[in-house]
């Protein structure tokens, strides 16, 4: 069974559990606060997978989603505003005039239950309100992570999340883990990404509206280290792997020396953030520091903002649907060069 203890306690006393799951080659620790998962390591492998800490104020005390489920609606919505079936919804604004992953008590920043727990699974449950951080409908989730069995791969990491709702909502979860294969910072990473197209942002961060073609620091449609494209651009951008959520298929490889880390999942987009502006002042995990490029979010996802741009496809859940998000994080390692 999974080994399940308190990790602490809430300012308003409640209480955060942490569950450690073990099975096919990886153990996880992961938190009921956030739905995060703290810490992950593959065996045979000394570093940890994920930036983390290893007590619970610091995930109380500093902002980056550290390992956090985000939402209701990962990345920014402009304005914080949005209109869904002729009706106008004003968000928080936590991110200046904006709002960023589901306001300041959204997802990341809420008590989840264990409904579920084997040795190699947990399903963490959680209901948001009609409401919350002006969100319409109650909306109720499931994340199930689950260590699956050793095959091709040395260790894989699946979650699978679920929703529903009593009323149309935007529902846009994403996980936020910051990785690293083992590396003072991911430079000298390499990155590959299955997506001709990125998103090209204003200085705020939105999108434009416009598809680019990957080319330049964005060309990732073959293995290129970091150091090389973040010497030319900052990346905290949406790359654009579909129009429409599709069938579970792999849609990025970073690795670094010999260990690769294959991205899978059946969402439209996929957010990467280099991490450039990261200067934590807490040490993380096993006393190590985190400052810029320590760790590379690669977060599936809806386009960003994509409520504001109706020809894109639509984050938007309604009674009688189910929302659905699978994503793969699989581990191998080999003797190749990255």
């Known amino acids: 069974m999974a080994q399940i203890q308190s990790f602490g306690a809430e300012p308003d006393g409640g209480r955060v559990d942490q569950i450690t799951l073990n099975g096919g080659g990886l153990t996880a620790h992961i938190l009921t606060y956030g739905a995060i998962l703290r810490d992950l390591r593959l065996a045979g492998h000394d570093a940890p997978l994920v930036l983390g800490f290893e007590m619970l104020q610091p995930y109380l005390d500093h902002g980056g989603y550290f390992g956090a489920t985000v939402g209701r609606c990962a ?33 990341s920043k809420s008590l989840w239950a264990v409904t579920d727990a084997g040795a190699g699974h947990v399903t963490l449950g959680l209901v948001s309100p009609a409401g919350e951080m002006g ?25 699978m999340m679920t929703a529903t709702t009593d009323a149309p909502t935007l529902c846009n979860p994403a ?10 910072d991911i430079l000298s990473h390499s990155l590959q990404i299955e997506a001709p197209h990125y998103l090209p942002t204003t200085a705020e961060h939105f999108p434009t509206g416009q598809l680019a073609p990957c080319m330049g620091a964005f060309n990732f449609t073959h293995p290129r280290h970091l150091a090389d494209a973040c010497a030319s651009a900052a990346i905290d951008h949406n790359f654009c792997l579909s129009h429409a959520p599709q069938p579970l ?55 960003p903002d994509a409520i504001n741009h109706p020809d894109w496809a639509q984050p938007v859940l309604r009674p009688g649907q189910t929302y659905r998000q699978h994503t793969q994080f699989a581990f191998s390692q080999t003797q190749e060069a990255p």
């Open 135 to 159: 969100y319409p409908g109650t909306l109720t989730l499931a994340l199930t992570i689950t260590l699956l069995p050793r095959g091709v791969h040395s260790g894989v990491l699946d979650l």
């Open 175 to 184: 996980h936020h883990s910051y990785f690293n294969l083992g590396a003072p």
């Open 75 to 107: 990345n920014r919505i402009a304005g914080g505003a949005f209109t869904l079936d002729g009706m106008a919804h004003q968000l928080d604004r936590n991110d200046g005039e904006n709002h960023l992953h589901g306001g300041q008590r959204g997802l």
């Open 249 to 303: 298929r792999r849609v990025a490889t970073l690795a670094h020396k010999g260990l690769k880390m294959q991205v899978s999942t059946d969402q439209p987009g996929l957010q990467i953030y280099d991490a450039a502006r990261m200067q934590v002042p807490t040490l993380g995990l096993e006393g190590r520091t985190y400052g810029p490029y320590g760790g590379l979010a690669m977060e599936p996802q809806f386009w």
